[in-house]
Protein backbone atom coordinates (compact mmCIF):
# COMPACT_ATOMS: atom_id res chain seq x y z
CA UNK A 1 0.00 0.00 0.00
CA UNK A 2 0.86 4.14 -0.68
CA UNK A 3 3.65 5.00 2.45
CA UNK A 4 1.78 8.74 1.72
CA UNK A 5 -2.28 9.27 0.98
CA UNK A 6 -3.01 12.86 -0.08
CA UNK A 7 -6.52 14.26 1.23
CA UNK A 8 -8.60 15.60 -1.05
CA UNK A 9 -8.10 13.46 -4.18
CA UNK A 10 -9.29 16.71 -6.26
CA UNK A 11 -9.76 20.14 -5.27
CA UNK A 12 -11.43 22.95 -7.26
CA UNK A 13 -11.53 26.70 -5.78
CA UNK A 14 -11.54 30.79 -6.85
CA UNK A 15 -8.13 31.81 -7.86
CA UNK A 16 -7.05 34.67 -5.14
CA UNK A 17 -8.56 31.64 -2.47
CA UNK A 18 -6.24 29.27 -0.26
CA UNK A 19 -5.67 25.62 -1.04
CA UNK A 20 -5.05 23.09 1.57
CA UNK A 21 -4.05 19.23 0.92
CA UNK A 22 -3.11 16.56 2.87
CA UNK A 23 -1.05 14.15 3.24
CA UNK A 24 -1.03 10.88 5.99
CA UNK A 25 1.66 8.36 6.14
CA UNK A 26 2.02 4.97 7.84
CA UNK A 27 5.80 4.21 9.23
CA UNK A 28 8.68 7.20 10.64
CA UNK A 29 10.38 9.00 8.29
CA UNK A 30 13.82 10.71 8.08
CA UNK A 31 11.91 13.99 5.38
CA UNK A 32 8.91 14.20 3.59
CA UNK A 33 8.66 15.72 0.18
CA UNK A 34 5.88 17.95 -2.00
CA UNK A 35 5.95 18.06 -5.73
CA UNK A 36 3.60 19.76 -8.42
CA UNK A 37 3.09 18.10 -11.78
CA UNK A 38 1.08 20.04 -14.54
CA UNK A 39 -0.66 17.92 -16.88
CA UNK A 40 1.69 16.41 -19.52
CA UNK A 41 4.93 17.01 -17.63
CA UNK A 42 7.32 15.60 -14.94
CA UNK A 43 7.16 15.88 -11.59
CA UNK A 44 8.56 19.13 -9.98
CA UNK A 45 10.40 19.55 -6.74
CA UNK A 46 8.10 21.91 -4.40
CA UNK A 47 9.68 21.85 -0.90
CA UNK A 48 11.38 19.31 2.00
CA UNK A 49 10.86 19.06 5.54
CA UNK A 50 12.67 16.65 7.24
CA UNK A 51 11.20 14.71 10.42
CA UNK A 52 12.54 17.42 13.36
CA UNK A 53 10.92 20.08 11.76
CA UNK A 54 7.23 21.51 11.86
CA UNK A 55 7.04 24.21 9.60
CA UNK A 56 8.71 25.47 6.51
CA UNK A 57 7.78 28.42 3.84
CA UNK A 58 8.83 29.01 0.63
CA UNK A 59 6.86 32.02 -1.20
CA UNK A 60 3.43 31.38 -0.97
CA UNK A 61 3.95 27.69 -0.12
CA UNK A 62 3.78 26.40 3.66
CA UNK A 63 4.40 23.05 4.72
CA UNK A 64 3.62 21.88 8.03
CA UNK A 65 4.46 17.91 9.89
CA UNK A 66 2.99 16.53 12.53
CA UNK A 67 4.86 13.33 12.75
CA UNK A 68 2.94 12.08 15.94
CA UNK A 69 0.14 12.28 13.79
CA UNK A 70 2.31 10.97 11.05
CA UNK A 71 0.77 13.74 8.68
CA UNK A 72 1.80 17.07 6.45
CA UNK A 73 -0.34 19.83 5.03
CA UNK A 74 0.64 21.65 1.71
CA UNK A 75 -1.12 25.62 1.94
CA UNK A 76 -1.15 27.25 -1.47
CA UNK A 77 -2.10 31.05 -0.52
CA UNK A 78 -3.50 33.68 -2.85
CA UNK A 79 -4.08 30.78 -5.18
CA UNK A 80 -3.44 31.89 -9.03
CA UNK A 81 -4.64 29.79 -12.38
CA UNK A 82 -0.97 28.87 -12.63
CA UNK A 83 -1.43 26.69 -10.03
CA UNK A 84 -3.36 24.30 -11.49
CA UNK A 85 -2.05 21.20 -10.88
CA UNK A 86 -1.31 17.80 -9.33
CA UNK A 87 0.74 17.60 -6.28
CA UNK A 88 2.45 14.69 -4.54
CA UNK A 89 3.53 13.94 -1.23
CA UNK A 90 6.71 11.42 -1.07
CA UNK A 91 7.80 10.37 1.82
CA UNK A 92 11.20 8.19 2.71
CA UNK A 93 10.27 5.20 5.12
CA UNK A 94 13.41 4.74 7.92
CA UNK A 95 15.20 1.92 6.36
CA UNK A 96 14.22 2.39 3.14
CA UNK A 97 16.63 4.19 0.26
CA UNK A 98 13.82 5.44 -1.65
CA UNK A 99 10.98 7.97 -1.92
CA UNK A 100 7.31 6.55 -1.79
CA UNK A 101 5.14 9.12 -3.83
CA UNK A 102 1.07 9.56 -2.75
CA UNK A 103 -1.79 9.35 -5.27
CA UNK A 104 -2.11 12.88 -5.18
CA UNK A 105 -4.26 15.74 -5.01
CA UNK A 106 -5.58 17.74 -8.10
CA UNK A 107 -6.03 21.02 -7.77
CA UNK A 108 -8.03 23.28 -10.03
CA UNK A 109 -8.15 27.36 -9.77
CA UNK A 110 -10.96 28.82 -11.38
CA UNK A 111 -10.54 32.36 -12.49
CA UNK B 1 22.03 22.49 -17.07
CA UNK B 2 20.12 20.74 -19.07
CA UNK B 3 17.97 18.97 -16.80
CA UNK B 4 17.28 15.07 -16.84
CA UNK B 5 16.72 13.75 -20.52
CA UNK B 6 14.89 11.54 -21.51
CA UNK B 7 14.26 9.86 -25.31
CA UNK B 8 12.40 9.30 -27.00
CA UNK B 9 9.51 11.65 -25.80
CA UNK B 10 6.46 9.37 -27.70
CA UNK B 11 6.99 5.80 -28.62
CA UNK B 12 3.97 4.27 -30.58
CA UNK B 13 4.35 0.38 -30.79
CA UNK B 14 2.49 -3.12 -31.80
CA UNK B 15 2.49 -5.42 -29.24
CA UNK B 16 5.48 -7.75 -29.10
CA UNK B 17 7.93 -5.51 -29.85
CA UNK B 18 11.03 -4.43 -27.80
CA UNK B 19 10.79 -0.94 -26.63
CA UNK B 20 14.00 0.85 -25.67
CA UNK B 21 13.88 3.78 -23.31
CA UNK B 22 16.87 6.00 -22.73
CA UNK B 23 17.50 8.82 -19.85
CA UNK B 24 20.63 11.23 -19.51
CA UNK B 25 20.73 11.91 -15.79
CA UNK B 26 21.89 15.54 -14.38
CA UNK B 27 25.81 15.40 -13.76
CA UNK B 28 27.01 14.69 -10.09
CA UNK B 29 23.95 13.11 -9.34
CA UNK B 30 24.55 9.28 -8.07
CA UNK B 31 21.32 7.89 -7.55
CA UNK B 32 18.80 7.56 -10.73
CA UNK B 33 15.09 6.31 -10.72
CA UNK B 34 12.65 4.81 -13.41
CA UNK B 35 9.30 5.30 -11.87
CA UNK B 36 5.29 4.69 -13.95
CA UNK B 37 2.90 6.45 -14.16
CA UNK B 38 -0.87 5.40 -15.26
CA UNK B 39 -4.53 6.95 -14.45
CA UNK B 40 -5.38 3.34 -12.31
CA UNK B 41 -2.20 3.07 -10.72
CA UNK B 42 -0.10 6.06 -10.08
CA UNK B 43 3.19 6.80 -10.21
CA UNK B 44 5.36 3.42 -9.47
CA UNK B 45 8.60 3.20 -8.81
CA UNK B 46 10.22 0.47 -10.97
CA UNK B 47 13.58 0.56 -10.17
CA UNK B 48 16.31 2.59 -8.62
CA UNK B 49 20.43 2.46 -9.29
CA UNK B 50 23.04 4.11 -6.94
CA UNK B 51 26.54 4.61 -8.57
CA UNK B 52 24.91 2.86 -11.55
CA UNK B 53 24.17 -0.15 -9.07
CA UNK B 54 20.68 -1.39 -9.33
CA UNK B 55 19.68 -1.06 -5.20
CA UNK B 56 15.55 -2.36 -5.83
CA UNK B 57 13.94 -3.47 -8.69
CA UNK B 58 11.27 -4.75 -6.93
CA UNK B 59 8.97 -2.53 -8.49
CA UNK B 60 9.45 -4.08 -12.25
CA UNK B 61 6.49 -5.87 -13.06
CA UNK B 62 7.70 -8.94 -14.72
CA UNK B 63 11.11 -10.11 -16.65
CA UNK B 64 9.91 -8.50 -19.30
CA UNK B 65 11.32 -5.34 -18.28
CA UNK B 66 14.96 -4.98 -17.45
CA UNK B 67 17.21 -1.38 -16.36
CA UNK B 68 20.89 -1.14 -17.49
CA UNK B 69 22.76 1.80 -16.06
CA UNK B 70 26.49 0.93 -17.94
CA UNK B 71 28.15 3.98 -16.75
CA UNK B 72 26.73 7.70 -15.18
CA UNK B 73 25.67 9.44 -18.13
CA UNK B 74 23.60 6.77 -19.10
CA UNK B 75 20.49 4.44 -18.39
CA UNK B 76 17.75 2.54 -20.42
CA UNK B 77 14.59 0.76 -19.71
CA UNK B 78 13.81 -2.14 -21.93
CA UNK B 79 10.98 -3.98 -22.71
CA UNK B 80 10.56 -7.03 -24.59
CA UNK B 81 7.77 -8.49 -25.86
CA UNK B 82 5.64 -5.13 -25.42
CA UNK B 83 2.23 -5.58 -24.02
CA UNK B 84 -0.85 -2.98 -24.44
CA UNK B 85 -1.14 -2.86 -20.59
CA UNK B 86 2.45 -1.25 -20.78
CA UNK B 87 1.20 1.77 -22.02
CA UNK B 88 1.86 4.28 -20.05
CA UNK B 89 4.31 7.57 -19.06
CA UNK B 90 7.78 6.25 -18.28
CA UNK B 91 9.69 9.11 -16.12
CA UNK B 92 12.90 8.71 -15.26
CA UNK B 93 14.54 11.10 -12.26
CA UNK B 94 17.18 11.76 -10.95
CA UNK B 95 19.08 13.05 -7.44
CA UNK B 96 22.43 13.64 -5.55
CA UNK B 97 21.58 11.05 -3.38
CA UNK B 98 18.71 9.05 -3.11
CA UNK B 99 16.79 10.63 0.20
CA UNK B 100 17.48 14.10 -1.90
CA UNK B 101 14.88 15.93 -4.02
CA UNK B 102 14.72 14.28 -7.44
CA UNK B 103 14.67 15.80 -10.89
CA UNK B 104 12.33 14.45 -13.08
CA UNK B 105 12.58 14.19 -16.95
CA UNK B 106 9.95 15.30 -19.47
CA UNK B 107 8.94 11.41 -19.47
CA UNK B 108 8.72 9.11 -22.34
CA UNK B 109 4.76 7.63 -23.19
CA UNK B 110 4.43 4.76 -24.23
CA UNK B 111 0.95 3.20 -26.61
CA UNK B 112 1.50 0.03 -27.44
CA UNK B 113 -1.12 -1.56 -29.89
Known amino acids: SQQGEEDPQALSIQEGENATMNCSYK?????LQWYRQNSGRGLVHLIL?????REKHSGRLRVTLDTSKKSSSLLITASRAADTASYFC???????????FGQGTRLTINP | DAGVIQSPRHEVTEMGQEVTLRCKPI?????LFWYRQTMMRGLELLIY????????DSGMPEDRFSAKMPNASFSTLKIQPSEPRDSAVYFC???????????FGPGTRLTVT
Open chain 2, 93 to 103: ATSIDSYYEQY
Open chain 1, 27 to 31: TSINN
Open chain 1, 49 to 53: IRSNE
Open chain 1, 90 to 100: ATDARGAQKLV
Open chain 2, 27 to 31: SGHNS
Open chain 2, 49 to 56: FNNNVPID
